[in-house]
């Protein structure tokens, strides 16, 4: 395919949560860049996630797996990327501990599978080019009640899904000490918004308090995670790819940490005000369930090097973006119907007939 294009960037996991709010910044934004999204539409992919933008001219769509070389390599051929944008993987810790060696293959040697793919193709010739991959602050571990994690952090991952997720960190970091590539690393805390799949805990709670069914929080509800608005992080992930050094690493945060248990009340709160509900009736929904195995007890991302080097910062206050999160909820009740009913997979046949 010819290149008139000023950049042709691979996106992988665009169909998925943080990934399609990335697509939709890409392509809205930069008008001259051509992005293909590359995801397999595993469970958590989901193309009305961008049904938005499906019709823009420099947007492509194409079904696959990260781990097929064969297929990775002809997209290399055919669009001639010059950049990589790296987010397709396995995400739900529950699920890693149910079938570890999915996230193996998919976040540890798909990822490898790119870099290859990427080095083969760009033979050296770097200029230009930039390998980004998207990563978590799960793989520095547990902090207890002080300190943060920070970018010299020692790597502690101690779920199936981090230990996969630091693998990748150390496989990329690799390929920029051995081959050279050019690469950059981004850790980030738990992101909230709209469009995520409600497997994960604010999604979750949202779903269950409108259909007034039990919130199963884990444990004593005493973990602590940092939240952050996932378009801050679709714009840190835009700021990074563009002006970030290469083998360097930016933790990505909200400096926003809460109590499970007290986020589950705020979202109660929130909910009986919305719903018209008496104060304190969805908090009477809340029900203590058996802890997660190996629970890590709290994140925290000191995201300094960001804001200094790079002038990033959140935009939003966590209150404001749970509302827009809840109202974004409640208005797309169709979505959250696909999306628990599974009818969104078939959403694919019906509109991309291509494969
Ligand atoms: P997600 O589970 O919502 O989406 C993952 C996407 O990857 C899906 O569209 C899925 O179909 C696709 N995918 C999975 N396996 C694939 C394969 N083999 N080939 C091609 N596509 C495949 O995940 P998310 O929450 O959007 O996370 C995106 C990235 O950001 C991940 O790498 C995750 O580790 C990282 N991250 C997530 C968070 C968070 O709070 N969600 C925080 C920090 C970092
Ligand atoms: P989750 O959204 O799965 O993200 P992560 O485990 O990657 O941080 O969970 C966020 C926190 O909420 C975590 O401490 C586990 C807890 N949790 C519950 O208490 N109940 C739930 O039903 C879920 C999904 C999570």
Redesign the pocket.
């Known amino acids: 395919m010819t290149k008139n294009f000023e950049r042709s960037i691979l996106v992988t996991g665009g169909a998925g949560f943080i990934g399609s709010h990335v697509v939709r910044l890409l392509v809205n934004k930069y008008p001259g860049y051509r992005i293909v999204n590359l995801d397999a539409l595993t469970y958590a992919g989901n193309l009305e996630n961008l049904k938005d933008i499906e019709g823009a001219a420099n947007y492509v769509f194409e079904k696959g797996d990260i781990a097929d070389e064969q297929l990775v390599g002809s997209l290399f051929n055919t669009y001639a990327f010059d950049g990589v944008i790296h987010l397709a993987a396995e995400s739900?810790?529950?699920r890693s501990i149910l079938d570890p060696l999915q996230f193996v293959r998919t976040n540890v040697l798909g990822t490898v599978v790119l870099l290859n793919v990427a080095k083969k193709a760009w033979q050296g010739n770097y200029e230009g080019k930039r390998f980004y991959h998207v990563s978590t602050d799960?793989v520095y571990g547990s902090l207890g009640e002080e300190g943060f994690f920070t970018e010299t952090t020692a790597y502690d991952p101690r779920s199936p899904y981090s230990a996969s997720k630091a693998s990748s960190d150390h496989f990329v970091m690799a390929y920029h000490h051995t081959y050279h590539l050019p690469v950059v690393i981004s850790n980030c805390s738990?992101n909230y918004g709209s469009h995520h799949f409600p497997?994960?805990?604010?999604p979750?709670m949202i779903n269950n308090i409108r259909n007034n069914k039990p919130l199963?929080?884990?444990g004593k509800?005493e973990?602590i995670?940092d939240w952050l608005w996932v378009e801050d992080h679709a714009r840190a992930i835009d700021l990074i790819y563009h002006k970030g050094k290469d083998g360097e690493k930016y933790n990505v945060g909200g400096f926003n940490e809460w109590k499970?248990i007290d986020l589950v009340h705020l979202l109660c709160r929130i909910m009986d005000r919305k719903l018209g509900r008496e104060e304190g009736a969805s908090a009477k929904l809340i029900t203590y369930v058996t802890d997660?195995p190996g629970?890590d007890l709290r994140?925290a991302i000191d995201a300094t090097k960001l804001n200094t080097e790079l002038g990033w910062q959140p935009s939003l206050q966590f209150e404001e973006g749970l509302e827009k999160t809840v109202d974004w909820y409640l208005q797309n009740q169709e979505w959250v119907d696909h999306v628990t009913s599974g009818d969104y997979q078939s959403y694919y046949e019906t509109q991309y007939h291509k494969r």
């Open positions: 739900h810790v529950d799960e738990n497997e994960k805990l604010i979750l199963p929080v884990y509800g973990n995670r499970n997660r629970h994140y």
